[in-house]
C-alpha cells in the first residue's frame, strides 16, 4: 500500500489544519493508521492511531483534545484535524499503515507502510 500525505502548510498559532492520507495500492479497510510526527533534531514521535473501525482512538498526551484522527474507509482515507496549533506542532508528519485489527502498541515499529510526509510550521 502507498501513502500521500497532504494538507500541510505554514500557519499561525492557534490556527488549524487537515492533514489527510490517501492509500492507494489496496484497500486500508483493515488497516490500523497511525500519525507520527518529526521535529528538527529530534527522533519521531507517536501522534495518534485508529483502528480500522474507528472505534478505538489513541493520542499523545500533547495533542489530545487538540487533533482528531478519523478515517473513510470508502475514500481509502484518514485524516488529522488540528485545531489551536501552537509552534511545538511545527514537524514533518507521516502516515503509517498496518494490515490487521489489533494494536499491540503505538510504536513505530508496530507499522509496515509509511508515507513521505507533509510540512505542519506554526508561527508564534
Known amino acids: 500500500v502507498q501513502l500521500v500525505e497532504s494538507g500541510g502548510g505554514l500557519v499561525q498559532a492557534g490556527d488549524s489544519l487537515r492533514l489527510s492520507c490517501a492509500a492507494s495500492g489496496r484497500s486500508i479497510s483493515r488497516y490500523v493508521m497511525g500519525w507520527f510526527r518529526q521535529a528538527p533534531g529530534k527522533e519521531r514521535e507517536f501522534v495518534s492511531a485508529?483502528?480500522?473501525?474507528?472505534?478505538?482512538?489513541w493520542y499523545a498526551d500533547s495533542v489530545k483534545v487538540r487533533f482528531t484522527i478519523s478515517r473513510d474507509n470508502a475514500k481509502n482515507t484518514v485524516y488529522l484535524q488540528m485545531n489551536d496549533l501552537k509552534p511545538e506542532d511545527t514537524a514533518v508528519y507521516y502516515c503509517a499503515a498496518r494490515p490487521g485489527i489489533v494494536v499491540t502498541t503505538l510504536t513505530e515499529s508496530f507499522y509496515d507502510h509509511w508515507g513521505q510526509g507533509t510540512q505542519v510550521t506554526v508561527s508564534s
Open positions: 485508529i483502528n480500522w473501525s474507528s472505534v478505538s482512538t
